[in-house]
């Protein structure tokens, strides 16, 4: 992958929000911050709080030739803050509107992976209140909002388990909710900038699965990279990675998210879980690491982004 050198020099990075996220998009957006002025731009830091005309003048006052939009979760990589950046005529990092509400939509995500062949577990959607009175799948599955991210809201419920009603009445992430069978096994992210896979990270934890516990406290996981299985499933994580990129409209970077179930032996079986639109951007975050694996630092991460941003679909 060669850097590109971009010829935007005026930055304006967005980072905090209103989402479940907010924390890590701070964390994201201090890092960019940092790496953007190091690779030589002029950047102007927005933080951004529930007052959308104090960003918007904050974008107008700053004149950005580009916005590396490093917002996290709802309001910032479901296509709402991308809608405002188009309609401001700014070109910004990641996909646009299209692809980022759709991508954050696991339902609408995993029926366009399906469309397009791409291996998905059994899922339903279904309501607190059909949560409420009956298992929605056989047990074991798993239940996770339907449009957040950092795996915010997701349980995994299990034989013998009697915390569904509870979940159910105490549910506060919206009126939809994913029911995902439980896949075996080991977790597995593929990272592609510009249609291009990067490599195969296994994420190992100690934790029931990958939680917002694992990716964010100290120790709460390591990363394998990369991943010690099969290469004819390395291979085809590589390619599934790709094909949802593409399936999606996905434009500079995303990430894909596998359960690998190898409990029967190698080579296994891959489900691809989510695509996310904007990985985390910490120097240690799953993309970063993958591109460093590949030979690109983490400014020049950056700075290939911002030569990547435009608007539109």
Same mark, same amino acid.
């Given at each position: 992958?060669?850097?590109?050198?971009?010829?935007?020099?005026?930055?304006?990075?967005?980072?905090?929000?209103?989402?479940?996220?907010?924390?890590?998009?701070?964390?994201?957006?201090?890092?960019?911050?940092?790496?953007?002025?190091?690779?030589?731009?002029?950047?102007?830091? +927005?933080?951004?709080?529930?007052?959308?005309?104090?960003?918007?003048?904050? %974008?107008?006052?700053?004149?950005?030739?580009? &916005?590396?939009?490093?917002?996290?979760?709802?309001?910032?990589?479901?296509?709402?803050?991308?809608?405002?950046?188009?309609?401001?005529?700014?070109?910004?990092?990641?996909?646009?509107?299209?692809?980022?509400?759709?991508?954050?939509?696991?339902?609408?995500?995993?029926?366009?992976?399906?469309?397009?062949?791409?291996?998905?577990?059994?899922?339903? &959607?279904?309501?607190?209140?059909?949560?409420?009175?009956?298992?929605?799948?056989?047990?074991?599955?798993?239940?996770?909002?339907?449009?957040?991210?950092?795996?915010?809201?997701? @349980?995994?419920?299990?034989?013998?388990?009697?915390?569904?009603?509870? +979940?159910?009445?105490?549910?506060?992430?919206?009126?939809?909710?994913?029911?995902?069978?439980?896949?075996?096994?080991?977790?597995?992210?593929?990272?592609?900038?510009?249609?291009?896979?990067?490599?195969? @990270?296994?994420?190992?934890?100690?934790?029931?699965?990958?939680?917002?516990?694992?990716?964010?406290?100290?120790?709460?996981?390591?990363?394998? %990279?990369?991943?010690? +299985?099969?290469?004819?499933?390395?291979?085809?994580?590589?390619?599934?990675?790709?094909?949802?990129?593409?399936?999606?409209?996905?434009?500079? &970077?995303?990430?894909?998210?596998?359960?690998?179930?190898?409990?029967?032996?190698?080579?296994?079986?891959?489900?691809?879980?989510?695509?996310?639109?904007?990985?985390?951007?910490?120097? @240690?975050?799953?993309?970063?690491?993958?591109?460093?694996?590949?030979? +690109?630092?983490?400014?020049?991460?950056?700075?290939?982004?911002?030569?990547?941003?435009?608007?539109?679909?």
């Amino acid at each position: 992958m060669n850097a590109i050198t971009p010829m935007q020099k005026r930055v304006a990075v967005l980072y905090g929000g209103i989402s479940a996220e907010r924390d890590v998009s701070l964390s994201t957006g201090a890092q960019v911050i940092a790496a953007l002025r190091e690779a030589g731009f002029e950047v102007s830091p +927005i933080e951004v709080t529930q007052d959308l005309p104090a960003t918007i003048g904050a %974008l107008a006052a700053a004149k950005p030739d580009a &916005v590396f939009n490093a917002l996290h979760g709802r309001f910032g990589e479901d296509g709402c803050i991308q809608g405002v950046l188009d309609w401001m005529g700014l070109p910004y990092t990641h996909s646009g509107v299209r692809a980022s509400s759709v991508a954050m939509d696991k339902a609408a995500a995993k029926a366009v992976f399906s469309a397009h062949g791409l291996p998905v577990a059994a899922h339903r &959607v279904v309501s607190p209140q059909e949560l409420e009175e009956a298992d929605p799948l056989p047990l074991p599955y798993v239940v996770k909002p339907v449009d957040e991210g950092s795996s915010v809201g997701v @349980t995994i419920l299990r034989e013998g388990d009697n915390r569904r009603e509870e +979940i159910a009445r105490n549910w506060r992430f919206g009126h939809r909710i994913m029911a995902e069978s439980f896949i075996p096994g080991r977790e597995l992210t593929v990272a592609v900038m510009d249609d291009e896979p990067l490599a195969v @990270t296994e994420i190992a934890t100690g934790n029931q699965f990958y939680d917002y516990e694992a990716k964010y406290a100290d120790g709460g996981s390591h990363h394998v %990279l990369p991943a010690p +299985i099969h290469p004819d499933v390395t291979a085809e994580a590589l390619r599934i990675a790709v094909a949802a990129h593409r399936a999606l409209g996905c434009r500079g &970077v995303s990430r894909s998210d596998f359960r690998y179930d190898d409990t029967a032996g190698e080579p296994g079986r891959l489900y691809l879980l989510e695509v996310n639109t904007q990985p985390g951007m910490t120097r @240690t975050s799953l993309l970063p690491e993958q591109a460093a694996h590949r030979g +690109i630092g983490f400014p020049a991460l950056c700075a290939w982004m911002i030569g990547q941003a435009c608007h539109g679909p």
